[in-house]
């Protein structure tokens, strides 16, 4: 009966990602076929590489549903209903940080800052970054649902400070700082972070899981534009004191 229910919905995770991959693996093969001319040997390495994204995207995804997100939302019902709930703010920083430094996608940017910059900014140094930024809205975002703060009072000072900064920081960096915003708010962010803050906030009297729990992938999203152009602006700091 348990392995009943945790293969249940596996069936339409796949016909998901099949429509994902599909169209992509097929312009693949046009232009393999009018302009790549690729060997045959690299071809099946795409292939095979397809099919490994193929599976691992499928169990991913699935894990989210029978598991992240069950999860997420139990944790977030345990906090909201503690009576110090104020518990939340550090857990937020704590989770956040953690999502963040998992995330796929921010490991792939981070790697590839390192190479384009020829090892410049370092991919460490750019993860941690992003994590940070992260980890840090994350815990406003939870102060948020906790006191009850309209989203707005954070986002549109938020977004003004990026507006600001984009005027001092270098193209390089603001270009980086806005690709870490969409990168950030991957599976792992959305899947448990989310959950989490819509049940602390189910939990909560007085909070409503649609105005208080969600919003905080806003937040997720503008935190690493700031804190990267943050990074670049220490950077030319740096060298300008050389």
Do not use: C
């Amino acid at each position: 009966m348990s392995e009943i229910i945790l293969f249940r919905g596996l069936e339409a995770v796949v016909k998901e990602v099949l429509l994902a991959f599909a169209p992509l693996l097929a312009l693949f093969f046009v232009f393999q076929a009018l302009f790549l001319r690729l060997p045959r040997e690299t071809v099946l390495n795409v292939v095979k590489g397809t099919v490994l994204a193929f599976v691992g995207l499928v169990l991913f995804l699935h894990g989210v549903h029978v598991g992240f997100l069950p999860a997420g939302s139990e944790v977030g019902l345990t906090l909201g209903g503690l009576p110090y709930r104020w518990v939340l703010i550090p857990v937020g920083l704590v989770l956040g940080f953690l999502a963040a430094i998992a995330e796929p996608a921010v490991r792939v940017l981070a790697r590839e800052v390192e190479r384009a910059s020829t090892g410049y900014l370092r991919e460490r140094l750019i993860l941690l970054t992003v994590a940070g930024g992260v980890g840090l809205f994350v815990a406003l975002g939870m102060a948020r649902v906790l006191y009850g703060i309209p989203l707005l009072y954070i986002l549109i000072p938020g977004y003004a400070l990026a507006l600001v900064l984009l005027g001092f920081s270098r193209p390089s960096f603001a270009s980086i700082a806005f690709d870490s915003g969409g990168v950030a708010t991957g599976p792992m962010t959305v899947t448990f972070i989310l959950a989490v803050a819509v049940g602390a906030a189910t939990a909560m009297r007085g909070r409503n899981p649609i105005v208080d729990g969600f919003g905080l992938i806003a937040l997720v999203a503008l935190a690493p534009i700031l804190s990267v152009m943050i990074l670049g602006l220490l950077f030319g700091r740096r060298e300008a004191g050389m």
